[in-house]
């Protein structure tokens, strides 16, 4: 089968957009697992993920400005885990502690 990661041009695909930021964890037909991470005050330009499920590693504060301009202040907590729906944000650090979470992203089969 053909699988690939849905609903992200390979233009903002995070490992391109920024990948001082992000590094391959484990691929694999169906999951693409990223660790990213950032210091405090850092931002990461407009990237996309597909439909991911987000395992927080540390304690951070972030900003995130997703393709409508919404701004969404956010706090986690190591072992938080959050569902992200598909989409495309630009990310700041906003805390004083380095940004550390896994994203599981799920892949599609291509049609």
């Known amino acids: 089968m053909n699988w690939a990661l849905a609903q992200v041009p390979a233009s903002e695909d995070p490992l391109v957009v920024a990948p001082a930021h992000y590094k391959v964890r484990f691929e694999n037909d169906r999951v693409r697992v990223l660790e990213g991470f950032d210091a405090p005050g850092e931002k990461i330009a407009m990237h996309g993920h597909p439909d991911t499920l987000m395992v927080v590693l540390s304690s951070f504060k972030r900003r995130l400005t997703l393709t409508s301009g919404r701004v969404i202040e956010t706090e986690s907590r190591p072992g938080d885990v959050r569902w992200m729906p598909a989409q495309s944000h630009a990310g700041e650090n906003t805390g004083v ?9 799920f892949k599609q089969q291509a049609r």
């Open 97 to 105: 502690t380095e940004t550390r979470a896994l994203f599981i992203e």
